[in-house]
């Protein structure tokens, strides 16, 4: 009785295994076939105007965006956050 039974278990497990496999196969098959996430190409021309302006707007000085503190121009790094908070965002990520 006992080896009948250590024998039905053996092929129920090779049977699991084995279907396992195929299970895991099929996914990876899906998923490396898929294109589900990826956009298609954009096909559009881009007006010669829009690239001048841009390359204008581009090339225009701008302010840096520092401040004055006692008389010395200071510029900052932090974006107005203290650094405990970057630190404590960079630690979460």
């Known amino acids: ?9 053996s092929l129920q497990r090779k049977a699991m295994a084995r279907a396992t496999a195929l299970c895991i196969l099929a996914a990876a098959l ?3 076939r898929s ?3 990826v956009p298609a190409p954009a ?3 881009v007006d010669p105007a829009v ?3 841009a390359a204008v707007l581009a090339t225009v000085p701008a ?3 520092a401040f004055v503190f006692k008389g010395k121009e200071y510029f900052d ?6 650094p405990l908070a970057w630190a404590f965002c960079g ?3």
Do not use: N, P, Q
């Open 43 to 45: 096909t559009r021309t």
């Open 51 to 53: 690239v001048t302006g």
């Open 63 to 65: 302010g840096a965006d």
């Open 77 to 82: 790094v932090f974006y107005g956050i203290e």
């Open 91 to 93: 630690f979460v990520i």
């Open 35 to 37: 294109i589900a996430f």
């Open 30 to 32: 899906c998923l490396l």
């Open 1 to 9: 009785f006992f080896a009948g039974c250590l024998v039905s278990l």
